[in-house]
Each structure stands twice: as structure tokens, then as C-alpha cells.
């Protein structure tokens, strides 16, 4: 699972540093914002889903009573972190829908969404969830 969940996540990291810098000629800035927050989103998922499996583990016990086990600390401390990403996420996205036309604001959308994602990923990897 480690190794889906960071093939993953970097995937979403690579096109999420792409699309905040690469604008299609053409292309309205309003797309690439919203595309970026929807691909910001998608590594969300991936991580509630690194998530879920971690807090069904057994819980960790006396030395040598289960290989792999779930920390009460660290379930709290993915807990928190998939929170504040929902948090940056779903504010992002209400921005976005406020925006209009305005390009800052759109910019600034796509700046919250990757820092999310990439907070996100920080906590998985501190965890050993994504290596």
C-alpha cells in the first residue's frame, strides 16, 4: 500500500507543479484553477484512503504483538492533518467559486491546493505511509 500511496501522491504532486505554473495557450485561467483544486482533491482521496487502511490496523500492544499495528498518536496526528487539508481544500474551493474572473484569486486557489496536497504528503511520509 506504501508504494501505491506514494506513486500516487507524487503523480498528483508533479501534475499539481505543472499546472500551477503551465497555462494552455488559450486556455481560461478559470480551467487551470479549477483543474488544479479537482487534482488537489484527487490526492486527498488517495490519502483518506492510505488513512482508512492505517486506523483499521490493530492497535499497537506490548512489543512483538502485532508487526504492523496502529499508534493512537500518529492516528491522531493523520486524524488532524487530513482535517486541515479537507479545511484548505473545501476553503479553496469556495474561493474559487467567489472568484470570477479575478486571475490573483485564481492564482491564490491554486497556491492553497498544492500547499494542502503537499502538507498532506509531509504527514503521510513522517508516518511511513509514503516513503
Do not use: H, N, W
Not at 499546472?19 to 482533491?41: F, H, M, N, S, Y
Amino acid at each position: 500500500m506504501k508504494s501505491i500511496t506514494t506513486a500516487v501522491l507524487a503523480a498528483i504532486m508533479l501534475v499539481l507543479t505543472l499546472g500551477g505554473c503551465a497555462t494552455k495557450e488559450g486556455a481560461a485561467p478559470v480551467d487551470q484553477a479549477q483543474r488544479v483544486l479537482q487534482i488537489a482533491r484527487t490526492g486527498y482521496t488517495a490519502a483518506a484512503i492510505a488513512v482508512g487502511v492505517y486506523d483499521k490496523l490493530a492497535p499497537c500492544g506490548p512489543a512483538g504483538a502485532a508487526r504492523i499495528c496502529r499508534d493512537a498518536a500518529v492516528a491522531d496526528q493523520l486524524d488532524k492533518a487530513m482535517v486541515t487539508a479537507k479545511t484548505a481544500l473545501d476553503a479553496a474551493g469556495q474561493v474559487l467559486a467567489a472568484a470570477g474572473s479575478d486571475a490573483e484569486t485564481r492564482e491564490k486557489v491554486i497556491v492553497i491546493a498544492q500547499a494542502a496536497v503537499t502538507a498532506l504528503l509531509q504527514a503521510l511520509s513522517t508516518y511511513g505511509l509514503a516513503g
